[in-house]
């Protein structure tokens, strides 16, 4: 009935649609007929036509096809909605499975009833520990190691080794018992040190050899970076630690930090990672952090790995083939397959277990080993000496099972987690074991070091006299002006991209930064504008080079030293009282103005390149120095360490500020004294109007003196000459001034500074020679020195001494005498 009813509404919608259609184009053509103006269209007037029957045909065939279109999308929306709806009900029935096994699991490890608690705890106190010292992790060598390893420490310290601490990284999937790995490494239960079993950023643990702690372990929760609240180091218990750490579980690659110190272990670092998980999307965000966050972790080939994932079928492992991707031979990789005991109730023949007591392949290491469960733990963790027992008999136990299966006892070492902890504390002695004749080589040669530079001293203090002495200075002297000399002529020795200057900074750092006229104001300067041609303008340069860009940049302002307008009181006033109709007193007039302004033009502009060429030149005093010390930091005796030229020999000069400092007044007061002479030969340069007017009349060939017959503008006429007058002697001033800058400047100090300063070095008495070296206060300090490299000595012998019992003490373990340990760590 609805059906019908839309089909019924449908039609009549239709043709009131159709009809509509009708009377719009019926009045189309009515209104084009009534334009024509034709009488056979007015009859026609609301005559009514109806569409052809193609026309409805056509439009029958759109609108069946325009229904199937629509169709055929609600079909395929509909396809692919129950095709996502599907995808997500396998995902959701997926992951509802893995939490459920994971539940299980759980509840297999936590669920055991009273009775089954009771009976595995009875089957666990079988084994008895006669000494439970044995499994001590705290105990792992005997007491004299730790102490000659914290001595062997010491001495690392004094000679300011680098020690690189083994580290050791773990890496698993959630639930697999890495956290519990770590709790028996560590040698106490700590309860859930991995967040809960959901580790959200990585743990440093710092293991730290401390002689004060001989009994419980001291642990300090290091401060938070990205967490404020936790701004601060905490001292916590162990059964602390678990509920402190769960309150920094935050998403971070930052690591929370916890130092362990005890006196009975090795320095060493343990990085609990987050836990791996599955996923089921390619673009699952968490998953790819976690993946990556443990890879670099894993990554750096200094860090040992060690893999932990849950016994199964060999072939389902998958932490061999992401380790693999990072250490291809397992050179530095060692496999934990936990849970070992109930993989072990699988096994029903000697070969299966053996075969399985592979692992993962020769060429890795692999340990099993069963930890006690959530229950065991809450009941036997509350002391370490409880808990270490406990680990010692659930490996015992499983020891037993293989016995029964009569298993290659081969693989009797890698049962356990007593074994594994015992594996890697022998690579880390072995580590530090291999460490000790670094430091040996590095006490000897800290020895012969002061030996040779007691001689040295000795010597120096032997030969202290005013000829040695006089003897440094002109060495000094001389090697001082031949650097000088070398930045005049040209050279990068003293690192121009650090020592040079662009111009801009050349004028900043000296104080002018533009250039300025008589009355104060700034003349426009743009260096980089063509038209204005000054090189190296944005290149760092110094010396001869950073002297000729600031002459190159004098001229170009002098060229563009504009000559100003001239009032008719200047031209009167230069012209005198009836003077203005004859010819010579044009040309009076004219000289005495162009003389007047190109001094007042130019001048100023001497005054600053005088200025500037003495601030160049003094730069070179700080530039020569770094250069002078550079030389000597790279001599072979400094390289070599033969002492010769070390920072406090008596040769080094440097270290004499008096006698440094007089040799740098020396060379100022050259300079300042040279730069006073030029700039008065410059200013020679401006004639007077005598002179000027005198030149014009005698020698003048070019330039058209006006009279007033021929011009009667006589303002016009005398600012013409006045302005041809001015530009001969601005060309002529500008030329003058650059050579005798070049002339009388530049060159005296590549030729006369050499006489001055070696004159006011050789012309000392020996008087104002011990002031200036302070011979007193170095002889002083000789003496000092000499005491100070003999109680060295004295020191490192009574050290080596002391080095070798606490190296041999340390190797006791493995009867290793400290002078065989170069060729053992040769040979490994």
């Not at 010292?133 to 004094?158: G, I, M, N, T």
């Amino acid at each position: 009935i609805l059906r019908k009813q839309h089909q019924t509404i449908k039609g009549l919608f239709g043709l009131l649609l159709l009809k509509m259609g009708r009377k719009d184009k019926e009045k189309e053509k009515e209104e084009k007929k009534d334009k024509k103006g034709t009488i056979r269209g007015s009859k026609k007037k609301g005559k009514t036509v109806g569409p052809t029957p193609e026309e409805l045909a056509q439009q029958e065939a759109e609108r069946i096809r325009a229904e199937a279109e629509e169709k055929k999308r609600r079909e395929e929306v509909e396809a692919r909605r129950r095709e996502e709806e599907k995808k997500r009900q396998e995902e959701e029935k997926q992951r509802q499975e893995e939490e459920a096994a994971l539940a299980a699991k759980r509840a297999k490890e936590v669920g055991l009833s009273e009775q089954d608690l009771a009976f595995e705890i009875q089957a666990l106190e079988s084994f008895k520990l006669d000494d439970p010292a044995l499994v001590d992790p705290h105990r792992q060598f005997p007491p004299a190691v730790y102490s000659s390893y914290d001595e062997l420490q010491k001495f690392a310290r004094d000679l300011n080794l680098n020690v690189q601490l083994p580290e050791i990284v773990l890496m698993g999937a959630q639930g697999h018992g890495k956290s519990s790995v770590l709790e028996a490494l560590l040698g106490s239960a700590l309860g859930n040190v991995g967040f809960g079993g959901c580790t959200k950023r990585p743990i440093i643990f710092r293991l730290r050899n401390n002689p004060a702690y001989p009994d419980a372990p001291h642990i300090v929760l290091k401060r938070d970076s990205i967490l404020p609240k936790f701004d601060r180091d905490v001292q916590v218990k162990p059964t602390q630690l678990a509920e402190l750490l769960e309150a920094r579980n935050v998403e971070a690659d930052v690591p929370v930090v916890v130092q362990y110190e005890h006196a009975g272990t090795l320095d060493m670092i343990l990085v609990d990672t987050p836990g791996l998980v599955k996923s089921t999307q390619k673009d699952d965000l968490r998953y790819q952090a976690i993946r990556k966050t443990v890879t670099d972790w894993i990554r750096p080939s200094h860090r040992t790995i060690l893999a932990v994932e849950e016994a199964a079928d060999l072939t389902e492992l998958e932490m061999k083939n992401m380790v693999k991707r990072l250490d291809p031979e397992f050179a530095r990789t060692v496999f934990v397959l936990s849970k070992f005991h109930e993989q072990l109730d699988k096994f029903t023949n000697t070969r299966a277990v053996n075969r399985y007591l592979q692992g993962t392949g020769p060429e890795a290491t692999t340990f099993f080993v069963t930890l006690p469960n959530a229950q065991v733990r809450a009941k036997f963790g509350k002391t370490p000496a409880d808990f270490q027992k406990k680990v010692w008999q659930y490996a015992q136990r499983d020891l037993q099972d293989l016995e029964a299966l009569t298993y290659d006892k081969k693989y009797a070492d890698t049962i356990g987690a007593n074994r594994l902890r015992h594996h890697l504390q022998q690579q880390a002695w072995k580590q530090y074991q291999n460490l000790t004749p670094t430091i040996l080589k590095a006490l000897r040669k800290r020895k012969a070091d002061a030996a040779a530079q007691l001689s040295v001293v000795q010597k120096e203090l032997e030969d202290l006299s005013c000829s040695s002495f006089r003897q440094i200075a002109t060495k000094y002297s001389v090697d001082f002006l031949q650097v000088i000399r070398k930045l005049l002529d040209g050279t990068s020795e003293g690192n121009p991209a650090v020592t040079g200057q662009t111009l801009e900074e050349e004028k900043k750092d000296h104080g002018d930064a533009e250039w300025y006229t008589a009355s104060g104001a700034a003349l426009k300067f743009e260096p980089g504008d063509e038209k204005w041609k000054v090189p190296y303008w944005n290149n760092r340069i110094y010396g001869g080079q950073q002297f000729e860009r600031m002459l190159c940049e004098f001229k170009t302002v002098v060229e563009h030293t504009e000559f100003p307008a001239l009032s008719m009181d200047q031209i009167a006033t230069a012209a005198g009282y009836g003077r203005l109709n004859n010819v010579p007193d044009f040309g009076w007039a004219a000289s005495d103005l162009a003389q007047q302004i190109a001094r007042e033009s130019l001048s100023p502009l001497i005054d600053q390149v005088t200025s500037r060429a003495v601030y160049i030149m003094g730069r070179l005093v700080d530039i020569t120095q770094l250069i002078l010390e550079s030389r000597r930091r790279n001599s072979p005796e400094v390289v070599l360490g033969s002492g010769g030229l070390s920072e406090d020999s008596v040769a080094n000069a440097a270290q004499y500020q008096y006698f440094t400092y007089y040799i740098k007044s020396l060379y100022t007061d050259f300079i300042e004294r040279t730069a006073k002479e030029v700039q008065a030969k410059c200013m020679d340069e401006f004639h007077s109007t005598a002179t000027i007017h005198w030149g014009l009349t005698a020698f003048n060939d070019k330039i058209r003196i006006p009279t007033g017959a021929e011009d009667e503008d006589t303002a016009h006429a005398v600012s013409t000459l006045s302005l041809a007058i001015f530009e001969g002697l601005r060309s002529r001033i500008c030329k003058n001034v650059l050579l005798k800058f070049y002339n009388f400047f530049f060159v005296p100090i590549k030729t006369d500074l050499w006489n001055h300063i070696h004159t006011g070095v050789t012309t000392m008495d020996d008087k104002t020679l011990e002031q200036r070296f302070e011979i007193p206060a170095t002889r002083t300090r000789l003496e000092a020195r000499i005491a100070e490299l003999s109680k060295i000595i004295e020191s490192t012998t009574a050290q080596e001494s002391q080095f070798r019992v606490a190296a041999n003490g340390f190797c006791h373990s493995s009867s290793i005498d400290v002078d065989d340990i170069p060729s053992a760590a040769a040979s490994s």
